[in-house]
Nanobody
Framework: QVQFEESGGGLVQPGGSLRLSCTASASLYTMGWYRQAPGKERELVAMITSLGRTNYADSVKGRFSITRDYAKNTVYLQMNSLKPEDTADYYC????????????WGQGTQVTVSS
C-alpha cells in the first residue's frame, strides 16, 4: 500500500496562487491531482507520468502547472489565477504501473478560493 503526504491547501483570494505538494512512499508511474467540490463528482485536475507526459482538465489549462521530482517521489501542483470555482477538496492520486488497474489515493487537502 502506497501512502501519500499532501500539503499546501488553504484559503486564498480570487486571482491568488497556491502550490500543492504530494509525496508518495514509493515510486509510481503516474502521479496527479483530482478534486471534488461539494455536490459534484471527483474530477481529474492534472496528472504526470514517469516519462513527463502531462494531462490537464480544460478548466485549468493555462492556470495550473504540474511538475514532479522523481528522486523525492513528489508531485507539485502550482495553481495560479485561482477562481471561486476551483474551491474543492484536492486529492493526490497515483498508479504504480502503466498496466495497473489499481489507484492509490491521498487523504485530500482543502482549497478554498473566496474573498
Amino acid at each position: 500500500q502506497v501512502q501519500f503526504e499532501e500539503s499546501g491547501g488553504g484559503l486564498v483570494q480570487p486571482g491568488g496562487s497556491l502550490r500543492l505538494s504530494c509525496t508518495a512512499s514509493a515510486s509510481l508511474y503516474t502521479m496527479g491531482w483530482y478534486r471534488q467540490a461539494p455536490g459534484k463528482e471527483r474530477e481529474l485536475v492534472a496528472m504526470i507520468t514517469s516519462l513527463g507526459r502531462t494531462n490537464y482538465a480544460d478548466s485549468v489549462k493555462g492556470r495550473f502547472s504540474i511538475t514532479r521530482d522523481y528522486a523525492k517521489n513528489t508531485v507539485y501542483l502550482q495553481m495560479n489565477s485561482l477562481k471561486p470555482e476551483d474551491t474543492a477538496d484536492y486529492y493526490c492520486n497515483g498508479k504504480p504501473a502503466p498496466w495497473s488497474t489499481n489507484y492509490y489515493w491521498g487523504q485530500g487537502t482543502q482549497v478554498t478560493v473566496s474573498s
